[in-house]
């Protein structure tokens, strides 16, 4: 055998059981459902014989634009707010002097002691007409008694930032403890005010960070399903809600499959561009003057 | 021009520790000043007070006749060249040195001109559009420069800037550096702990010690007369005596009683009476080494004695000899070393001669600063310098 086979050969060891690992526990499963999509359904909620796109058709259900929509904007906006909190939070537990720093990020982890359910539950009672948040706002002349807190889009939004915070703050705090912060004086002793470091030293010197925050807050945002379920309302259903429903009471697999499928398209072509757009060594290319044309 | 860049007592203190304790001096419009001192003497805090990364307790500094103590670092007509280079790794080269100039927001077309001006200052036109990560040491050493020098700062400051290159690489950049100052003619503040680097490069030298500044002179002026123990023994090797003025010649000299040691005669600069006491500083290179006993000459001491240790160093060798109750170090230069058929080596009787004008007084004399010299003790009995 040559080296360089040898070499080949080594590394197919190495990777070899992750590969078989993600084969068999993700790539096929999700081979299958991308067929099913394309298979017939029975009435009692099997999977019958041949190959259909009958359910593709099915897709073009008039209320579905507006939960793909409803589910796009939730998930957006959520990350963008997840990560104008985190960003400042992951710098402030960096920068923290080493005690705190661990009393810090305990703090962030402590409410995944928590059972997921449990804390959602939490959030209902809170924002419950009765609720301790809602009898406090009142109190304080902050909303009147008969808004209502629970069962809406914004209370989903709120909810899903709540989840998916620490996701946000862990990848960017990573980031910002092994970022060397004698950049940031470098920038400024070359004139940058606080700001301007920040913004084109120090965000670019976090962006791995960054985009794992995104990645780890966007791609969950977009298939929730039992936020919106326990504190939305009927208006704030998302797809991961309608997948549920043709599972469980439709009994519908090959339509629940559609949707899966289609979700997991939304989740791979922006999971694709930043691998490509990231991490990927990008080519240097000369920017001349990009800034002073500004 | 002179008080270009004045320090006017200033302190700064961490806690209980005092970094920087009421220094002042004055810095000239031009030349290449260094800060020299052991790591902790305060030196870069004082460096960081200047280029606006820490503010003083007390005190004042002053750069060009208007106070900055109290502007932010990017306010400051002033750039530093950091210990670690911080070079930007997310930018080229290019955009390294354009950066300045960005946040300044000059036009495109006068950056595009400077940077190149820079890159060509530098001779690195070939790597403008290189990453940080694809350069060498001594490249990012330069960009470091360059991208400090683009802003036309007042003052540049350069915090240990060789510090992490290798020998070689270290004395071709500081010809570089002194290339570059000339070019630019701006005035450098230069950190260092390496006493042969602020030797080679500077107009001046601040020797600093434990958040005071100890003297302020040329090279020459702090090497050949060191004010105090420290410098002394600090800056370069040396040799201390204690003793006493018996005798004030005819002339500059007098001759001293030194326990434990023949009497010696010195250069009173000090205009030192009979009964002063006085601390004596002897360079290891004013020895000079005989087998036999040389002629005598007048002002020339000579002592016998017996040579404990030898390290043959190449360029020189590094005598230890015992004279009575001192160990003396020296060094001998090698300028016909092969022509003498026999070097002196171990256990010789040997004779010492030097001439009373190379030893020097000091002013300040701490026992402490013994421990800064750079003889081997002797495992049988303690050493006594």
Redesign the interface.
Not at chain 2, 86 to 90: G, Q, S
Not at chain 2, 98 to 108: D, N, Q
């Given at each position: 055998m040559t080296t360089v086979a040898k070499k080949k050969w080594h590394e197919w060891l190495i990777t070899g059981p992750s590969f078989i690992w993600l084969l068999i526990f993700f790539i096929i499963p999700t081979m299958i459902v991308f067929a099913i999509t394309f298979k017939p359904s029975t009435p009692f909620g099997g999977i019958g014989d041949g190959w259909t796109l009958n359910t593709l058709f099915s897709l073009r259900n008039p209320n579905y634009p507006a939960i793909i929509w409803r589910t796009v904007w939730l998930s957006v906006v959520s990350t963008a707010i997840c990560l104008l909190l985190a960003v400042p939070c992951g710098y402030c537990i960096a920068r923290a002097p080493k005690r705190s720093r661990d009393i810090l990020l305990l703090l962030v982890i402590i409410p995944f002691w928590t059972n997921f359910l449990i804390r959602i539950f939490a959030w209902k009672v809170l924002l419950h007409p009765e609720g301790m948040l809602k009898q406090a706002l009142v109190f304080l002349h902050l909303c009147s008694p008969d808004a209502t807190l629970l069962y809406n889009p914004v209370t989903v939004l709120l909810v899903i930032i709540y989840t998916y915070l620490p996701f946000a703050i862990l990848p960017v705090y990573a980031a910002a403890e092994k970022f060397d912060y004698s950049l940031i004086e470098a920038a400024r002793d070359l004139g940058a005010s606080h700001f301007r470091a920040f913004r084109r030293i120090f965000l670019p010197g976090i962006s791995r960070g960054v985009w794992t925050a995104v990645l780890m807050v966007f791609i969950p945002a977009l298939g929730s399903y039992v936020i919106p379920d326990i504190v939305g309302g009927p208006g704030s259903e998302m797809i991961g809600n309608k997948i549920a429903q043709r599972t469980f009471v439709d009994r519908n697999l090959p339509h629940a499959s559609a949707l899966a499928a289609l979700l997991t398209l939304a989740v791979m072509v922006p999971l694709m561009i930043t691998l490509v757009h990231h991490y990927r060594q990008p080519p240097v290319a000369p920017k001349k003057g990009k800034e002073a044309a500004q | 021009m002179a008080d270009f860049l004045v320090f006017e007592g200033v302190s700064k203190h961490y806690g209980e520790i005092r970094a920087v304790d009421s220094v002042s001096l004055s810095i000239n419009k031009g030349e290449i000043f260094s800060l020299l001192g052991p790591s902790g003497c305060g030196k870069t805090t004082l460096l960081r007070c200047c280029?606006?990364?820490e503010a003083p307790d007390a005190g004042r500094i002053i750069l060009d006749g208007r106070d900055i103590t109290g502007l932010?670092?990017?306010e400051r007509k002033?750039?530093?060249v950091?210990q670690?280079y911080?070079?930007?790794?997310?930018l080229?080269i290019?955009?390294n040195i354009?950066?300045?100039?960005?946040?300044?927001?000059?036009?495109?077309g006068e950056?595009?001109k400077e940077v190149a001006r820079m890159l060509e200052l530098i001779q690195m036109e070939d790597y403008?559009?290189?990453?940080v990560t694809e350069i060498s040491g001594g490249q990012k050493q330069r960009v470091a420069i360059a991208?400090?020098l683009i802003?036309r700062p007042q003052v540049l400051l350069l915090d240990e800037p060789l510090a992490a290159l290798d020998l070689k690489l270290r004395q071709r950049m500081l010809v570089e550096l002194d290339a570059i100052h000339d070019e630019v003619g701006i005035t450098f503040v230069y950190v260092t702990h390496d006493q042969g680097e602020a030797m080679g490069i500077s107009d001046r030298i601040a020797a600093m010690n434990r958040g005071r500044i100890e003297q302020i002179g040329r090279p020459v002026e702090i090497y050949e007369a060191p004010r105090s123990s420290f410098v002394a023994a600090f800056i370069g090797d040396t040799n201390f005596f204690d003793g006493i003025v018996t005798e004030v010649m005819d002339g500059p000299y007098c001759r001293l009683r030194i326990e434990g040691f023949p009497d010696v005669l010195a250069w009173n600069d000090k205009g030192l009476l009979p009964g002063n006491a006085v601390h004596l500083s002897l360079r290891p290179e004013k020895f000079k080494i005989w087998r036999e006993l040389p002629e005598p000459l007048p002002n020339r001491n000579l002592v016998q004695g017996t040579v404990e240790d030898v390290i043959y160093l190449g360029s020189h060798t590094k005598y230890w000899v015992r004279v009575e109750d001192y160990r003396l170090g020296l060094h001998q230069q090698h300028s016909r070393y092969l022509l003498d058929t026999r070097p002196i080596t171990w256990g010789e009787k040997v004779w010492l001669s030097w001439f009373a004008d190379d030893s020097c007084m000091l002013e300040r004399y701490k026992a402490e600063d013994e421990n800064l010299l750079v003889l081997p003790d002797t495992e049988a009995e303690p050493a006594r310098a």
């Open positions: - | 280029a606006g990364f932010p670092p990017h002033v750039n530093t950091f670690n911080a070079l930007f790794p997310h080229t290019r955009d354009a950066f300045g100039p960005r946040m300044a927001r000059w036009t495109k950056i595009d403008a559009d290189r990453k991208r400090a802003n």
